[in-house]
């Protein structure tokens, strides 16, 4: 799945402030009636409303609930769970809408919502997008206020009379509950935002998360820390950024001496989320270097597809990868099975190359650059444009659900799962790369800059400016804006990206652009005072 998170802002958690945030409540396994977390929600007699929540479960059988509502004379007024195995299941008054099987795995993060209106019918979306909808469901029915809401049981009268054989055991996160069906794009929107992200919708939730997280959970369920990264680590957020293309320096890079804790590996790992701002088809992100070796391990991007080099072993892959985008990249090496190379969790290809060779300790690492010699005789030719963010380097080969566990279906925020810390498999850390010296308009950011740079918001911190909007944008066919206030160029394949990446200059307020054999290429402008006619450009103006 491509983690397109251009521009996507996350705000705050639903109507939560942050309160419950990484607190996962878990439900163990083992059938019993004892695990389960049970309160009287307050509120009035309902019409619509939307139950949404990250799930992990870790049963393969059917007829599991984790979500229970029962008033009296109407035990089943709201369930949600999965009556035939690997379905979703909604509930109202004993009428039921499912997906097909197949909709909800076994030990996956799975975004689960469901919506309901009395007067438009039920919808239920699964990782963002309808799995199943009915119209006219329950048609002029209303929910009786004043029942119990039970999580982790289903209630065969209110309150109790639970099964164990229908109790869930797993995982759930971020419960909230709104008064009125959400749209497919604020589902979208909570989907993308990820499970470590921060949200909201247009309307605050009836029932937030941090109320669940204010209840007492009974018998061996409780809320455990998640999976994500803690918000203490000054490194989370921070995004490396290099200038754009029409800024490329020989100047711009991080470097230092790497130690990793052996002499020599005979297999490693480099994953890092990585977006590129540049249109040329040769650019390297990372380069180590060691005595005699000036090309011991090099990442990045030749004759425009994604590659990796190792002892001078160069290994391409097919994957071609778009400006503006984010991608999550993991390459992989061992000397006994050769390089393999994964793109947002998946292995886009793999070759025996590097078989028998090591990887000393102690080299030159670079991220920017390409090196030619140890530690320097940079080329500008091969330099990087764009960002680099959460790069880890691991002493070891992942496997693919390693790769899949750390891409973490794209959930951007996403720390290195606590068991590769608890293994000693990183060698060296993203914290650690964080607190190098910068060299050159090469820059660490967070919060507002780096979002308006396309990352996510990791933080808890408002936005305080609205983000971008391509209603904004203003047309002046056969026009060219002249005026000497160049903030660079840009050649993309297509105008929303050219006007994501001016956008996100902060300066940029205009682009002048003309269709070129390799691409758009566009001319940004911070003011658009001085217009001339031209046969070649269309000219855009961002007037918000």
Same mark, same amino acid.
């Given at each position: 799945?491509?983690?397109?998170?251009?521009?996507?802002?996350?705000?705050?958690?639903?109507?939560?402030?942050?309160?419950?945030?990484?607190?996962?409540?878990?439900?163990p396994?083992?059938?019993?009636t004892a695990?389960?977390?049970?309160?009287?929600?307050d509120?009035?007699?309902?019409?619509?409303?939307?139950?949404?929540?990250?799930?992990?479960?870790?049963?393969?059988?059917?007829?599991?609930?984790?979500?229970?509502?029962?008033?009296?004379?109407?035990?089943?007024?709201?369930?949600?769970?999965?009556?035939?195995?690997?379905?979703?299941?909604?509930?109202?008054?004993?009428?039921?809408?499912?997906?097909?099987a197949?909709?909800?795995?076994?030990?996956?993060?799975?975004?689960?919502?469901?919506?309901?209106?009395?007067?438009?019918?039920?919808?239920?979306?699964?990782?963002?997008?309808?799995?199943?909808?009915?119209?006219?469901?329950?048609?002029?029915?209303?929910?009786?206020?004043?029942?119990?809401?039970?999580?982790?049981?289903?209630?065969?009268?209110?309150?109790?009379?639970?099964?164990?054989?229908?109790?869930?055991?797993?995982?759930?996160?971020?419960?909230?509950?709104?008064?009125?069906?959400?749209?497919?794009?604020?589902?979208?929107?909570?989907?993308?935002?990820g499970?470590?992200?921060?949200?909201?919708?247009?309307?605050?939730?009836?029932?937030?998360?941090?109320?669940?997280? =204010?209840?007492?959970?009974? #018998?061996?369920? &409780?809320?455990?820390? %998640?999976?994500?990264? +803690?918000?203490?680590?000054?490194?989370? @957020?921070?995004?490396?950024?290099?200038p754009?293309q029409s800024?490329i320096?020989?100047?711009?890079f991080?470097?230092?001496?790497?130690?990793?804790?052996?002499?020599?590996?005979?297999?490693?790992?480099?994953?890092t989320?990585?977006?590129?701002?540049?249109?040329?088809?040769?650019?390297?992100?990372?380069?180590?270097?060691?005595?005699?070796?000036?090309n011991?391990?090099?990442?990045?991007?030749?004759?425009?597809?994604?590659?990796?080099?190792?002892?001078?072993?160069?290994?391409?892959?097919?994957?071609?990868?778009?400006?503006?985008?984010?991608y999550?990249?993991?390459?992989?090496?061992?000397?006994?099975?050769?390089?393999?190379?994964?793109?947002?969790?998946?292995?886009?290809?793999?070759?025996?190359?590097?078989i028998?060779?090591?990887?000393?300790?102690? =080299?030159?690492?670079?991220? #920017?650059?390409? &090196?030619?010699?140890l %530690?320097?005789?940079? +080329?500008?030719?091969?330099?990087?444009? @764009?960002?680099?963010?959460?790069?880890?380097?691991?002493?070891?080969?992942?496997?693919?659900e390693?790769?899949?566990?750390?891409?973490?279906?794209?959930?951007?925020?996403?720390?290195?799962?606590e068991?590769?810390?608890?293994?000693?498999?990183?060698?060296?850390?993203?914290?650690?790369?964080?607190?190098?010296?910068?060299?050159?308009?090469?820059?660490?950011?967070?919060?507002?800059?780096?979002?308006?740079?396309?990352?996510?918001?990791?933080?808890?911190?408002?936005?305080?400016?609205?983000?971008?909007?391509?209603e904004?944008?203003q047309?002046?066919?056969?026009?060219?804006?002249?005026?000497?206030s160049?903030?660079?160029?840009?050649?993309?394949?297509?105008?929303?990206?050219a006007?994501?990446?001016?956008?996100?200059?902060?300066t940029?307020?205009?682009?002048?652009?003309?269709?070129?054999?390799?691409?758009?290429?566009?001319?940004?402008?911070?003011?658009?005072?001085?217009v001339?006619?031209? @046969?070649?450009?269309?000219?855009?103006?961002?007037?918000?």
């Open positions: 799945m491509k983690a397109a998170l251009t521009l996507l802002a996350t705000l705050a958690l639903a109507a939560g402030e942050g309160v419950g945030h990484n607190q996962v409540l878990n439900f396994t083992g059938d019993n695990n389960f977390v049970r309160f009287e929600p509120f009035e007699e309902l019409s619509a409303f939307s139950v949404c929540a990250w799930l992990r479960k870790t049963t393969s059988d059917e007829t599991r609930y984790w979500f229970s509502y029962a008033v009296s004379g109407s035990d089943n007024e709201i369930i949600l769970g999965e009556n035939d195995a690997s379905t979703v299941i909604f509930y109202i008054r004993n009428s039921k809408l499912s997906t097909d197949g909709a909800w795995p076994i030990n996956v993060w799975t975004h689960v919502c469901a919506t309901w209106d009395a007067s438009t019918g039920a919808v239920i979306f699964v990782n963002g997008e309808v799995a199943a909808s009915e119209e006219g469901f329950k048609a002029g029915t209303t929910i009786t206020a004043g029942g119990s809401l039970v999580l982790g049981q289903e209630q065969d009268s209110v309150g109790g009379r639970f099964d164990a054989s229908q109790s869930y055991q797993g995982d759930v996160y971020n419960v909230n509950m709104w008064n009125y069906a959400l749209s497919e794009e604020e589902v979208d929107f909570l989907f993308s935002s499970r470590c992200g921060y949200d909201e919708t247009e309307d605050d939730p009836l029932i937030p998360y941090a109320v669940i997280f =204010g209840q007492e959970p009974q #018998g061996n369920a &409780q809320f455990v820390d %998640g999976s994500c990264m +803690d918000l203490e680590d000054p490194s989370v @957020g921070k995004v490396l950024r290099f754009p800024d320096s020989l100047s711009n991080v470097r230092f001496t790497a130690d990793f804790g052996v002499d020599a590996l005979t297999s490693l790992s480099l994953c989320w990585y977006f590129k701002s540049f249109s040329d088809t040769s650019r390297y992100a990372f380069s180590y270097a060691v005595p005699g070796d000036d011991a391990i090099i990442l990045g991007e030749s004759s425009n597809v994604l590659g990796f080099w190792l002892r001078r072993s160069r290994y391409l892959t097919s994957k071609v990868l778009e400006q503006q985008t984010w999550h990249i993991c390459a992989t090496w061992s000397s006994e099975s050769g390089i393999s190379a994964y793109v947002d969790g998946e292995l886009v290809g793999s070759a025996a190359k590097g028998d060779d090591t990887i000393p300790s102690g =080299g030159v690492m670079t991220i #920017g650059q390409e &090196q030619d010699s %530690g320097g005789n940079f +080329d500008v030719n091969q330099a990087f444009a @764009g960002s680099i963010y959460n790069m880890n380097f691991f002493n070891g080969a992942l496997n693919e390693e790769v899949a566990a750390i891409y973490a279906e794209g959930t951007f925020c996403e720390m290195i799962p068991q590769f810390w608890t293994d000693e498999r990183v060698a060296i850390s993203y914290k650690t790369i964080s607190n190098m010296v910068v060299s050159g308009n090469a820059v660490f950011e967070s919060g507002e800059e780096s979002w308006r740079h396309g990352a996510m918001h990791c933080a808890k911190v408002d936005i305080d400016s609205d983000g971008h909007n391509d904004c944008w047309i002046q066919e056969g026009k060219r804006i002249k005026d000497k160049s903030v660079g160029n840009v050649i993309v394949m297509d105008l929303e990206t006007q994501a990446a001016c956008f996100a200059t902060q940029c307020r205009a682009l002048s652009c003309e269709q070129k054999d390799d691409g758009l290429k566009c001319e940004m402008k911070s003011s658009f005072n001085r001339k006619k031209s @046969g070649k450009h269309t000219s855009y103006t961002y007037v918000c």
